[in-house]
């Protein structure tokens, strides 16, 4: 009981030192917790959803990973449709015709679809949707000109009952009126729902009237399901997939559940990012608070105090602060939650948040987190506090000693350093992509490790060089500052190694992205001849949508492109399933492949085809051999090898092409895939007139994206942008505690050094002079974290480059605007961290200064 009241009072008299600690304790725990609730919120929301839906039992067909994708999905015959009504324990049975690849634009060529990526639904209406939908406005559809639309859809679009829809699906388009408007039950997590009648959806949306994608049975009273599903399978065979409620929602739920958790073990390694980072921040607090109380600890062991009593109370003032932080970051991640709800939901993703899901086991792991951590972080210290003799504490004049690397620390961190290095050399000289990212992964936790170890070691050199570029400038204050800085090599290390892990990670990405932007714009440079490009998003091009494009002016030609699904027999008795690029001829103009035999034009000839090296030479395949190419779901093809091409590409990597005539001649009309990219190329000259044809060609179909080349590296950056940018805000949270860090070393370093600080005012340093040392002890100190920061950052990023090599992506390029911004913005962090403590630093009284024991 003595430890823990003593533990207690130093706790609340040193309750402002430890704010800041309890603060990035709270941030860590709050990222923890809040990446929970919300990835069990967004999977409870599917689990409703899917519950919803689910039927007694679900007849569909088999899953197809060969199947060509005609932009229709996998059907089961209509026929099916009596026998199953016959079959016993069969209440009821409600025939399924639903399309995720169809798009929608309303009178003013507006898209309806989903700004969130998510699909445009088009589904039959029958009586099983009621369970899942309330219809609050007008009725159902009756009819091949009426459709109802979700309310979320209908709110976002602003349409209303009467409005009129353009859809395009892959059978063609088709244009409805709006009749009736429904309400989900349970919450849309962000797709467009579409419902028309059984014999609009049938042969609108899957091309025709003798098939649906599935069935939805009812059991009868007293069946189960397993009874059920049993009595299905005996009655129509083992052609079809059958399920049961459960199976149908495990189903779902494990298509979904993988998303979820990309997301969610993404979200935590920030967090743990940032929990690396708060473990400096509670170490560094921890050894100066067990600095400062030298004396009183000496004191209490005079009294009778044990090592083992010193260092439990230390401990228990650990323990306190991770209660109290890890508390404050549950509530803080529940918060946190909601308002990554919120942001989904201004995305286009609807989650409600009165469904917010908080499980038991959240708190929990968040406290248990929180304070395990933080026990840790302090045990270090706890053993140095126990160690202090009480002579030694008696001795002690209240300013602790100057902390120095030793010999030992410094030998193994350039050990391991000098590993890593290795590592990161042998990783990027690596010819495999496997055995590379092996060694990038060691070579970046070996330097990582080796310079926080060796950090102490650096500060006494590194700061000694910024100090002569930076801090001269200033005279005397600055070399002050640049003393103080010195002073304490271990802090100093310490606290700019909780700034070095977050920028670290900032440069190795920002490396990466700028390399993968510049390699991907070099190929679109050296392989993309087309002008423009034409994309359909989610869905693919619908006939009106070829024939739209075809119709422009100014077009020299027009190149469609799909791709195939082909069994290849080759010459070694080997039978492979490979996607071959099924396109027009001038497809060999728009996308300027290099080949190492042949040309690659010729793959477009009748009955021809190309490969690539790596796989010619794996199956023993040689310019002019002819190959028995059977199409799924057609006919087989004799096609000569007319081509080979390079693998050391970007785009198409890998690639096999064939004419797009030849692919028709050997599938049906209705197993012909659809059109999936198109190219056009303009007449020479005419390259303006062409794009506002196109334009103007394409003004219904809105959801059509056409862009020239211009545009396309546009795309392609600002989809590395985007993605870097959420990175680098997640990362920000490891970064502002990596901030409070530096103001905690420095709060509690004015207070070390508060008769020091005394004396120097007496002497004459006035108020403005002692709080710009302050600053710039401050600045250095961010700047030392950020030089070691970035120059491992771009260690990483070239190695990880290099491995990109392997995939095509051959230059490495170093964002200095970038590098230079982060570089001079430490500058900026390090003079906000001083603000108070600068402020703290001025404002004391000169003889009370002095006067401080």
Request: hydrophobic share 45%; glycine share 10%; net charge positive.
């Given at each position: 009981?003595?430890?823990?009241?003593?533990?207690?009072?130093?706790?609340?008299?040193?309750?402002?030192?430890?704010?800041?600690?309890?603060?990035?304790?709270?941030?860590?725990?709050?990222?923890?917790c809040?990446?929970?609730?919300?990835?069990?919120?967004?999977?409870?929301?599917?689990?409703?959803?899917?519950?919803?839906?689910?039927?007694?039992?679900?007849?569909?067909?088999?899953?197809?990973?060969?199947?060509?994708?005609?932009?229709?999905?996998?059907?089961?015959?209509?026929s099916?449709?009596?026998?199953?009504?016959?079959?016993?324990?069969?209440?009821?049975?409600?025939?399924?015709?639903?399309?995720?690849?169809?798009?929608?634009?309303?009178?003013?060529?507006k898209s309806?679809?989903?700004?969130?990526?998510?699909?445009?639904?088009?589904?039959?209406?029958?009586?099983?949707?009621k369970?899942?939908?309330?219809?609050?406005?007008?009725?159902?559809?009756?009819?091949?000109?009426?459709?109802?639309?979700?309310t979320?859809?209908?709110?976002?679009?602003?349409?209303?009952?009467g409005?009129?829809?353009?859809?395009?699906?892959?059978?063609g388009?088709?244009?409805v009126?709006?009749t009736?408007?429904v309400?989900?039950?349970t919450?849309?997590?962000?797709?467009?729902?579409?419902?028309?009648?059984?014999?609009?959806?049938?042969t609108?949306?899957?091309?025709?009237a003798?098939?649906?994608?599935?069935?939805?049975?009812?059991?009868?009273?007293?069946?189960?399901?397993?009874?059920?599903?049993?009595?299905?399978?005996?009655?129509?065979?083992?052609?079809?997939?059958?399920?049961?409620?459960?199976?149908s929602?495990?189903e779902n739920k494990?298509?979904?559940?993988?998303?979820?958790?990309?997301?969610?073990?993404?979200?935590?390694?920030?967090?743990?990012?940032a929990?690396?980072?708060?473990?400096?921040?509670?170490?560094?607090?921890?050894?100066?608070?067990?600095?400062?109380?030298t004396?009183?600890?000496?004191?209490?062991?005079?009294?009778?105090?044990?090592?083992?009593?010193?260092?439990?109370?230390?401990?228990?003032?650990?323990?306190?602060?991770?209660?109290?932080?890890?508390?404050?970051?549950?509530?803080?991640?529940?918060a946190?939650?909601v308002?990554?709800?919120?942001?989904?939901?201004s995305?286009?993703?609807?989650?409600?948040?009165?469904?917010?899901?908080?499980?038991?086991?959240?708190?929990?792991?968040?406290?248990?987190?929180g304070?395990?951590?933080?026990?840790l972080?302090?045990?270090?210290p706890?053993?140095?506090?126990?160690?202090?003799?009480?002579?030694?504490?008696?001795?002690?004049?209240?300013?602790?000693?100057d902390?120095?690397?030793?010999?030992?620390?410094?030998?193994?961190?350039?050990?391991l350093?000098?590993?890593?290095?290795?590592?990161?050399?042998?990783?990027?000289?690596?010819?495999?992509?496997?055995?590379?990212?092996?060694?990038?992964?060691?070579?970046?936790?070996?330097?990582?490790?080796?310079?926080?170890?060796?950090?102490?070691?650096?500060?006494?050199?590194?700061?000694?060089?910024?100090?002569?570029?930076?801090?001269?400038?200033?005279?005397?204050?600055?070399?002050?500052?640049?003393?103080?800085?010195?002073?304490?090599?271990?802090?100093?290390?310490?606290?700019?190694?909780?700034?070095?892990?977050?920028?670290?990670?900032?440069?190795?990405?920002?490396?990466?992205?700028?390399?993968?932007v510049?390699?991907?714009?070099?190929?679109?440079?050296?392989?993309?001849?087309?002008?423009?490009?034409?994309e359909?998003?989610?869905?693919?091009?619908?006939?009106?949508?070829?024939?739209?494009?075809?119709?422009?002016?100014?077009?020299?030609?027009?190149?469609?492109n799909?791709?195939?699904?082909?069994?290849?027999?080759?010459?070694?008795?080997?039978?492979?399933?490979?996607?071959?690029t099924?396109?027009?001829?001038?497809?060999?103009?728009?996308?300027?492949?290099e080949?190492?035999?042949?040309?690659?034009?010729?793959?477009?000839?009748?009955?021809?085809?190309?490969?690539?090296?790596?796989?010619?030479?794996?199956?023993?395949?040689?310019?002019?051999?002819?190959?028995t190419?059977?199409?799924?779901?057609?006919?087989?093809?004799?096609?000569?090898?007319?081509?080979?091409?390079?693998?050391?590409?970007?785009?198409?990597?890998?690639?096999?092409?064939?004419?797009?005539?030849t692919?028709?001649?050997?599938?049906?009309?209705?197993?012909?895939?659809?059109?999936?990219?198109?190219?056009?190329?303009?007449?020479?000259?005419?390259?303006?007139?062409a794009?506002a044809?196109?334009?103007?060609?394409?003004?219904?179909?809105p959801?059509?994206?056409?862009?020239?080349?211009?545009?396309?590296?546009?795309?392609?950056?600002?989809?590395?942008?985007?993605?870097?940018?959420m990175?680098?805000?997640?990362?920000?949270?490891?970064?502002i505690?990596?901030?409070?860090?530096?103001?905690n070393?420095?709060?509690?370093s004015?207070?070390?050094?508060?008769r020091?600080?005394g004396?120097?005012?007496?002497?004459?340093?006035?108020?403005?002079?002692?709080?710009?040392?302050?600053?710039?002890?401050?600045?250095?100190i961010?700047?030392?974290?950020?030089?070691l920061?970035?120059?491992?950052?771009?260690?990483?990023?070239?190695?990880?480059?290099?491995?990109?090599?392997?995939q095509?992506?051959?230059?490495?390029e170093?964002p200095?605007?970038?590098?230079?911004?982060?570089?001079?913005?430490?500058?900026?962090?390090?003079?906000f961290?001083?603000?108070?403590?600068?402020?703290?630093?001025?404002?004391?009284?000169?003889?009370?200064?002095?006067?401080?024991?």
């Amino acid at each position: 009981m003595t430890v823990l009241r003593t533990s207690l009072r130093n706790f609340v008299a040193h309750k402002g030192r430890m704010a800041l600690s309890a603060v990035a304790v709270l941030l860590s725990v709050a990222f923890v917790c809040g990446t929970l609730v919300f990835t069990d919120t967004m999977t409870a929301t599917f689990d409703k959803l899917f519950a919803s839906l689910a039927s007694d039992v679900s007849v569909s067909a088999q899953k197809n990973d060969d199947a060509q994708q005609t932009g229709t999905p996998q059907t089961v015959p209509a026929s099916l449709n009596d026998r199953l009504g016959k079959v016993e324990g069969v209440a009821k049975v409600e025939p399924q015709a639903t399309n995720q690849q169809i798009s929608a634009t309303d009178a003013r060529h507006k898209s309806i679809g989903p700004a969130s990526g998510a699909p445009t639904v088009g589904t039959n209406w029958d009586e099983s949707q009621k369970k899942t939908v309330d219809i609050t406005g007008g009725h159902e559809p009756r009819g091949p000109t009426e459709v109802a639309v979700d309310t979320d859809t209908a709110d976002k679009h602003g349409l209303k009952l009467g409005d009129t829809l353009h859809v395009s699906a892959a059978p063609g388009d088709f244009t409805v009126r709006i009749t009736g408007l429904v309400t989900y039950r349970t919450t849309n997590p962000g797709a467009a729902l579409l419902y028309f009648d059984t014999a609009t959806a049938q042969t609108k949306l899957l091309g025709t009237a003798t098939a649906y994608t599935g069935y939805a049975l009812t059991a009868a009273d007293g069946v189960s399901d397993e009874q059920l599903k049993k009595n299905v399978t005996a009655a129509i065979g083992t052609d079809y997939t059958v399920h049961t409620a459960a199976e149908s929602k495990a189903e779902n739920k494990k298509d979904v559940g993988s998303f979820l958790d990309v997301m969610k073990y993404a979200l935590l390694g920030f967090a743990g990012i940032a929990l690396l980072v708060g473990i400096f921040l509670i170490v560094n607090t921890f050894s100066m608070l067990v600095a400062q109380r030298t004396r009183e600890i000496g004191l209490m062991r005079a009294i009778g105090s044990s090592r083992k009593q010193v260092n439990r109370s230390v401990l228990v003032e650990a323990l306190l602060l991770g209660v109290v932080g890890s508390v404050l970051g549950i509530g803080g991640g529940i918060a946190l939650a909601v308002g990554l709800m919120k942001l989904m939901g201004s995305l286009g993703m609807e989650l409600d948040t009165s469904e917010l899901t908080v499980k038991a086991t959240t708190p929990a792991v968040g406290l248990a987190i929180g304070v395990i951590v933080t026990v840790l972080a302090a045990y270090l210290p706890a053993r140095r506090a126990g160690k202090i003799s009480p002579m030694a504490a008696l001795r002690d004049a209240g300013t602790p000693a100057d902390a120095k690397a030793g010999k030992v620390r410094a030998a193994v961190g350039l050990l391991l350093t000098a590993a890593g290095a290795a590592a990161l050399l042998a990783g990027g000289a690596a010819g495999k992509a496997s055995s590379g990212s092996l060694l990038l992964a060691l070579g970046v936790l070996l330097t990582l490790i080796g310079f926080v170890v060796v950090g102490p070691l650096l500060a006494s050199v590194v700061v000694r060089g910024l100090s002569f570029v930076v801090l001269r400038l200033f005279g005397p204050v600055g070399r002050l500052a640049e003393r103080n800085a010195l002073r304490n090599p271990r802090r100093t290390g310490g606290t700019a190694s909780a700034l070095m892990i977050g920028l670290a990670l900032v440069a190795a990405l920002s490396v990466v992205g700028s390399s993968m932007v510049a390699s991907a714009t070099d190929q679109l440079d050296r392989s993309v001849g087309a002008d423009f490009i034409l994309e359909g998003g989610n869905a693919p091009f619908s006939p009106a949508m070829v024939k739209a494009v075809k119709s422009a002016d100014h077009l020299a030609h027009v190149t469609e492109n799909t791709d195939v699904s082909a069994k290849i027999t080759t010459p070694d008795g080997k039978t492979a399933t490979e996607r071959l690029t099924a396109a027009s001829p001038t497809y060999a103009q728009d996308l300027r492949i290099e080949t190492v035999r042949g040309e690659l034009a010729d793959a477009y000839a009748k009955d021809a085809m190309s490969v690539p090296e790596g796989w010619a030479k794996d199956h023993g395949v040689s310019l002019g051999d002819r190959l028995t190419v059977t199409m799924v779901d057609g006919r087989a093809a004799r096609l000569k090898v007319n081509a080979i091409t390079t693998d050391d590409t970007t785009f198409d990597k890998g690639a096999m092409y064939t004419d797009i005539a030849t692919a028709r001649r050997y599938l049906p009309a209705d197993k012909m895939p659809a059109v999936g990219m198109m190219f056009a190329k303009a007449e020479d000259g005419r390259a303006d007139e062409a794009a506002a044809s196109l334009k103007a060609a394409l003004t219904a179909y809105p959801q059509i994206e056409v862009r020239d080349q211009a545009d396309y590296k546009d795309l392609i950056k600002g989809q590395v942008d985007q993605l870097l940018n959420m990175i680098y805000g997640l990362l920000a949270l490891a970064i502002i505690v990596a901030v409070l860090g530096v103001v905690n070393t420095l709060a509690l370093s004015v207070v070390e050094r508060t008769r020091e600080i005394g004396l120097m005012r007496a002497i004459g340093l006035s108020r403005r002079q002692m709080r710009r040392m302050i600053r710039l002890e401050s600045v250095v100190i961010a700047l030392f974290g950020a030089l070691l920061g970035l120059g491992l950052g771009m260690a990483w990023g070239a190695t990880a480059q290099k491995l990109l090599a392997l995939q095509g992506l051959g230059i490495l390029e170093i964002p200095w605007p970038t590098i230079t911004a982060v570089f001079l913005g430490s500058a900026l962090v390090g003079l906000f961290a001083a603000l108070v403590p600068a402020f703290r630093a001025g404002r004391m009284n000169v003889l009370d200064a002095i006067a401080t024991d």
